[in-house]
């Protein structure tokens, strides 16, 4: 069952990586990405690779 995702855009003031052992490797650049929020209200970037990226309330700004 696949679950749809309303796709939104986010501004990251900084570059933000993700945490160990979980997506150490992962990285968001400073800019503009889109992003997705869960059901829960945690907010993720969708990375070039389609990958996803949680981020903090404070790691980000909404655009839309």
């Given at each position: ?36 929020e869960n059901q829960h209200g945690a ?16 790691e980000y700004e909404r655009v839309q």
């Amino acid at each position: 069952m696949m679950i749809e995702r309303k796709v939104f855009k986010i501004y990251l003031p900084r570059m933000v990586h993700g945490y160990w052992p979980f997506g150490h490797h992962l990285i968001a650049q400073q800019g503009v990405h889109d992003a997705v929020e869960n059901q829960h209200g945690a907010v993720s970037v969708v990375l070039d690779h389609g990958q996803l990226l949680g981020v903090k309330p404070d790691e980000y700004e909404r655009v839309q």
